[in-house]
């Protein structure tokens, strides 16, 4: 059984393969062609955190590949009611063909997964976001070419976003600057892990220097609106602006994974200014998890 619950349960390799298909479908669904390889197949949605572009891009995605799908909330489930998290993952899988979970505590993710008898895809726990991180490296080859060799930095808190670009520069071969302030660090043991690939500065504009990829996030996570005071005080030299981009490469794009504040971890112009590709990133959710279902469930029906 293969599941997606970081970027690390695929190989290079198999990574490749399913953005290039992402590309592929990407085109077709362009084109108005009809791919329809999974008619009565059904993918069961459970998000314990809200979404925009998580809910519609997994629904929509299933829906145009001839499947369904199901969302359900913890007001919904059991699981909201104190089912043990094996018991929901041993009933849901025998009913379903595929699960994604969008929730706090990885390794709830992990336990479901472990009882789970159809592939379970992480669509954001506390610790990782790999969904997005598809999305991201399919927009930079569309726009760049291959990100090996290259140069990205994250400017900002090294929340799940960061932790899943440590996975990506030793999956896709970058290299990560990551600037945040004291205190707010990525896992140390991932940092030890990945350390030939990964380098931690403190400020934002020795990080960017000839970076061809820069990325932040929101400054305050889902669950840390208590912190938003301490946090908007603490991040305010790490705002990424038009000026902070131009000391990058001439060739920088600057990505985030939306919802965006601007004025805060962003300048309130910079999703317009032509390096922004925010916007091709947003739509490369649809494609690149269509690839991943794909993928999966190919996988699973050998």
């Known amino acids: 059984m293969r599941h997606f619950l970081t970027l690390m349960d695929l190989t290079s390799e ?31 949605m459970i998000f314990e955190k809200s979404s925009t572009r998580t809910r519609v891009s997994f629904e929509a995605g299933m829906t145009q590949l001839g ?16 089912e043990p ?7 849901l899988s025998r009913m379903v063909d595929i699960i994604m979970i969008r929730t706090f505590d990885h390794a709830d993710i992990e336990l479901f997964a472990k009882h789970s008898a ?8 506390d610790d990782y976001h790999p969904c997005q991180l598809l999305a991201d490296m399919q927009t930079f080859i569309e726009h760049r070419g291959s990100i090996k060799g290259k140069t990205v930095t994250w400017i900002g808190d090294g929340n799940n976003m960061c932790q899943s670009y440590i996975n990506a520069a030793v999956q896709f071969g970058f290299h990560l600057n990551i600037a ?4 707010f ?23 960017v220097r000839n ?14 609106e208590e912190e938003q005071a301490e946090r908007l005080r603490k991040f305010r030299h790490y705002q990424v602006t038009e000026a902070l981009l131009d000391q990058a490469a001439d060739d920088v794009l600057f990505m985030h994974c939306l919802p965006a504040h601007r004025g805060e971890e962003i300048s309130t112009t910079l999703m317009d200014d032509p390096r922004a590709v925010v916007w091709d990133e947003a739509e490369n959710r649809l494609h690149a998890q269509k690839a991943l279902i794909e993928f999966l469930l190919n996988q699973t029906q050998k």
């Open 211 to 224: 970076s061809h990829l820069i990325v932040t996030d929101v400054w305050a996570s889902m669950g840390q």
């Open 14 to 44: 198999e990574l490749s393969q399913v953005l290039q298909r992402a590309i592929e479908l990407k085109a077709m669904q362009h084109r108005h062609d009809v791919y329809e390889p999974f008619k009565n197949q059904v993918l069961g």
């Open 180 to 183: 945040v302030p004291a205190g």
């Open 67 to 82: 499947g369904a799908a199901i969302f359900l909330s913890p007001r919904d489930t059991q699981l909201g009611r104190g």
């Open 118 to 125: 159809v592939p379970v895809i992480n669509a954001l726990t």
């Open 85 to 91: 998290i094996e018991d929901s993952a041993r009933v």
């Open 185 to 207: 660090e990525p896992n140390a043991e991932l940092l030890a892990s990945c350390a030939d690939q990964v380098t931690l500065m403190a400020s934002p504009e020795e990080a």
